[in-house]
Structures are given as structure tokens and as C-alpha cells.
């Protein structure tokens, strides 16, 4: 009695396991070895820029503290209102001073030795908030004209006292005074118009000449 096996019953092959147990754990091994390693990269690039973050935090903090520093350091003084007054009545004085120069120097009244009391006379008196910017002499001084500027009208007679004070122009009587606002500046590309914050005023012995 014979009995036949068939050697291609795919029950008789061998099966091949592809995945084992310690396959896989060696798998998961690589692959955590992986993540971690990814992990630490990543977790020192973050802490880098927290680094840097920091750095640059602390760098403004020093500037800003600088800048404040150099703020109240440099700081604008307050201002002295009695000194800039001061420096505004001599400036004022000194303009006076140099229009009575000018007239000298150029020679427009002729004998100045004659009329070198007038000179005097006008450089003695001089009014805070008024200077002169021209005057003309006749004759022997009985024609006198004075032209200057003012901050305040008041001021114009307050001046013509002083001058009577003065033995050559002592009694002199002005037949006109005019008194009026200056022009104003046309304005330019580089600064607006601008009105002048004084007064110009013109003395006149003579009432015909101060008309003209």
C-alpha cells in the first residue's frame, strides 16, 4: 500500500517571518535614538536664539539708560529773563553807539568839530528800549532831525527829557514827531513773513521838513 504527498500544498511551505520581535525592537530603538537626537538639535538651536534674544535685550536696556543719562545731561538750561534783558538793553545801547560812529565816520555833517557836543550829547543819553539809527544837523543846530526805533512809544519823550538835559540841546523844541510800525519782511523760502516788534520814530525841528 502506497500513499502519495503533495509536496505543493502550500500548507507543506515554509514560511518566512519578515518581522520579528527583536527586528522591531531594534527599529524602535534607531528611531527613538533619532528623535532625540532631533530633539537636542533643536532644543540647543532655541536656546541659542534665547541666548541671542537676551543680548539684545540687555544691549537696548544699556542704550535707553544711556540716552537718559545723556538726556539729563545735556539738557536745555531754563532760560535767566534778567539776563536776556540785560543783553537786549545793551545790544540796544551798542546800536545806538554805532549809528552815532556811522555818522561820524562818513563824514555827512561836515565840521564835526562844531558839532562834536551834539556827539557827546547823544552818546551820554540813552534810553533802555530806544536807539537812534540816524540824525542830521544844520547850520549852527537850529535844524535837527533824529531818526531811531523804539519797543514803546512812551519812550520818545522820555528821551527828549534827557536831551534837554544837555546844555547844546537844552530848550530845543521839536515841531513834529512821527511815530509809525516799520515795514514787513517779506516772508522767503527760507523763513516766514516776519513783522518787526518795535516802532520807528522820526524828530523834527523843523515842522516843514518833518511834512516831507
Known sequence: MSQQINLLNPAFRKKHEWFTALMLAQALIVLAVIMAGVYA???RQV???AKQAQ???DSLAQEQARLVKMGAEYAPRQKNAALEKRVTELEQQLKGEEAVLE???S????NTQGYSGYMRAFARQTVN???LTGFSIKGAGQDMAIGGRTLRPELVPAYIQR???EAVTQGRA???LEIQQPKVEPATKDKPEQTPNYLEFNLHSNAAEGAK
Do not use: I, R
Open 174 to 176: 521839536f515841531a513834529a
Open 103 to 105: 555818522v561820524l565816520q
Open 129 to 131: 528800549g530806544l536807539w
Open 55 to 57: 543680548a539684545g535685550a
Open 107 to 110: 563824514g555827512s555833517l561836515g
Open 41 to 43: 538639535y533643536q532644543y
Open 163 to 165: 536831551l534837554n538835559q
Open 47 to 49: 536656546m541659542l536664539l
